[in-house]
């Protein structure tokens, strides 16, 4: 094994490494003045039009699949929803608002429904359990077993 030492980078440098400053040239800004004052000034007018922002409701569709879902009122409301973006995407604005109506409507009827569903099964199990319990005491007065009551 040979212990001598070697360059890693064989052959020599043909010329120097390039210097990284900057010339005064290059970072210099030059104004440009038209030669005759009677010269026509050219322009260019770009025209840009404000973006409309117009909701989809998509955001609102999706939580109402996920947690309102009556009658499948939320995933129809998203696919509307979805439908409106798509419009909103080719330019299609009268087609997006419609969409977007439709979807908003079907989002208000889902988070409705599924709102007074919700409060329906509270209710139903608070009762169940108030029932159940109120049996449940009766029969251990009685010093019977619950599950096996006498019926009426």
Known sequence: ????????LTGTPS?????YT??????EIVEVR???????????VVSIQPEISEPDHIVWSLFNTLYFNVCC???????????SRDRKMVGD??????????????NISALILGILLNIGVIVAVVFTVKIFSKMYY?????GGDFWNLPTV
Not at 34 to 44: G, I, Q
Not at 73 to 83: D, M
Not at 93 to 106: D, H
Not at 138 to 142: D, F, G, K, P, T
Request: proline share 10%; hydrophobic share 35%; glycine share 4%.
């Open 1 to 8: 094994m040979s212990h001598t030492s070697r360059p890693f």
């Open 15 to 19: 010329s120097p490494p390039p210097s």
């Open 22 to 27: 900057m010339n005064k040239d290059e970072y």
């Open 34 to 44: 038209a030669s005759h004052p009677s010269a026509p000034v050219t322009s260019t």
């Open 73 to 83: 009122l939320g995933f129809v409301a998203f696919a509307y929803a979805v439908k």
């Open 93 to 106: 604005m009268i087609g997006a608002r419609s969409y977007a109506s439709t979807a908003k409507c079907l």
């Open 138 to 142: 009766q029969s251990m007065q009685r």
